[in-house]
């Protein structure tokens, strides 16, 4: 089985430029993160999905980031314009169900790079 | 609001060797409770959780970690440490209800020299 697939897996963008990642879950799973991961620290939630629904996304910096998760599989994360403090490790994870009880898959990454 | 203290940043131990890295969480109920792997240029891989009954957990590679609520604490061990067990470790916190997601501790680099 498929594990989570991030894309692009690295990306150096110049400040005010827009950047996008994607995610492809694990088949089946119907709750989709985003996490954020600086340098020398565990990840942080910026936001999750039920299905296609955003069902917490107190943590995204809306200014900025939007997320959208069409048809409840395939996810896509954006950010624009970016800044020098969005250099980070961008983290998509996927599970069965909503709660803690189930197991998250997460995906590689994509590290960013904003110059 | 729950709170992971991881407090070893990092961590040098020669292979063979026994391990123990250090959790404490800040929450008012029993939390779940999660150790995770991180390799480098990968992504996190749950090693075992802590829901409820047994105290002592038993995971994947040969980890093992034991819940102890009076000091708030859920340390990872591992009696012989090999070299392909070098990465990063989180502890991580979950809830019953409501808020649905997981807090995560800052990490621990550990370090396998022969």
């Known amino acids: 089985e498929a594990g989570v697939v991030q894309s692009p897996r690295y990306k150096i963008i110049e400040k005010k430029q827009p950047v996008a990642f994607w995610c492809n879950p694990i088949s089946g799973h119907n709750t989709l993160y985003w996490y954020l991961q600086n340098l020398g620290q565990g990840p942080e939630l910026l936001i999750r999905?039920?299905?296609?629904?955003?069902?917490?996304d107190s943590q995204l910096p809306k200014d900025r980031f939007s997320a959208e998760r069409l048809k409840g599989v395939d996810s896509t994360l954006k950010i624009q314009p970016a800044e020098l403090g969005d250099s980070a490790v961008y983290l998509c994870?996927?599970?069965?169900?909503?709660?803690?009880?189930?197991?998250?898959?997460f995906g590689p990454g994509t590290r960013l790079t904003v110059t | 609001a729950q709170s992971v203290t991881q407090p070893d940043i990092h961590i040098t131990v020669s292979e063979g060797a026994s391990l123990e890295l250090r959790c404490n969480y800040s929450?008012?109920?029993?939390?779940?409770l999660f150790w995770y792997v991180q390799s480098p240029g990968q992504g996190l891989q749950l090693l075992l959780k802590?829901?409820?009954?047994?105290?002592l957990v038993q995971g994947i590679k040969g980890f093992e970690a034991e819940f102890k609520r009076s000091q708030s604490s859920f340390n990872l061990r591992k009696p012989s440490v090999h070299w392909s067990d070098a990465a990063e470790y989180f502890c991580?916190?979950?809830?019953?209800?409501?808020?649905?997601?997981?807090?995560f501790g800052t990490g621990t680099r550990l370090t396998i020299i022969p």
């Open positions: 991580a916190v979950g809830i019953f209800f409501g808020n649905e997601k997981l807090t």
């Open positions: 994870a996927s599970s069965l169900g909503e709660g803690a009880i189930y197991e998250q898959y």
């Open positions: 802590y829901f409820s009954g047994d105290t």
């Open positions: 999905y039920e299905n296609e629904e955003a069902v917490d």
């Open positions: 929450y008012g109920a029993t939390p779940y």
